[in-house]
């Protein structure tokens, strides 16, 4: 859905990359400072209620995500390291973000919706780190798995905008049914990944093998 406005956020950082590259910063570095940001700002403004800012925070981290990337490619540091760092923080920042939406559902019980807020932010949180694992698994038995209609962007943008928006007025509920629809989507995009790689196994003429 968002693949556009990334590729546009791209050559908009190609200025600022060179600029960082050329004061010494590695794209490591802006890699894991970015995980670190998110993970502070959704484990401390969150759950303590200041949902806007920590929604629009998340969401310009969110934007800078392709940032390293861009350094790496003009650096020529492009390769598998880069990429493993990449995706692994990005569990991190995606779980930290989650987590921070469960923990203001449980801080706040007074809210409506509270406990069904909880249960959905919590199947976000389960379901979407298995999204990107069966893409994972998928590359590791030779198949490919990029498939789905909840692609992490995605996933992070439809959670953070009513997220923030329930601060100024957006009734909870909303929030509660967004959540829950995410994890349906996020489902059903697992499923699409088995599907899609049990039947390139089986095209390909290999024996499906346990995990």
């Not at 908009?12 to 700002?41: E, I, K, N």
């Not at 932010?121 to 490919?144: N, W």
């Amino acid at each position: 859905m968002f693949g556009r406005l990334r590729a546009t956020m791209q050559r908009l950082f190609t200025p600022l990359a060179h600029l960082l590259l050329r004061r010494g910063v590695s794209p490591d570095t802006v890699t894991v400072a970015g995980t670190v940001v998110v993970t502070v700002v959704a484990l401390t403004l969150l759950p303590t209620g200041h949902l806007l800012l920590g929604g629009v925070l998340i969401g310009l981290f969110a934007l800078l995500d392709s940032l390293d990337g861009v350094m790496a490619r003009l650096s020529g540091r492009s390769g598998p390291w880069g990429a493993f760092l990449d995706s692994t923080l990005d569990r991190i920042s995606d779980g930290a973000v989650f987590v921070g939406i469960t923990l203001w559902f449980v801080l706040h019980p007074d809210v409506p919706f509270a406990t069904w807020g909880t249960v959905a932010a919590l199947a976000c949180l389960a379901l979407g780190s298995v999204v990107p694992y069966a893409r994972a698994r998928a590359e590791s038995v030779g198949a490919s798995a990029d498939v789905g209609i909840a692609a992490r962007t995605d996933r992070l943008v439809i959670a953070l905008a009513p997220t923030g928006f329930v601060q100024v007025g957006l009734p909870v509920l909303v929030l509660v049914v967004v959540l829950s629809l995410l994890a349906v989507a996020s489902l059903v995009t697992v499923v699409q990944r088995i599907m899609t790689v049990r039947r390139q196994i089986h095209l390909g003429g290999r024996p499906l093998e346990d995990a």
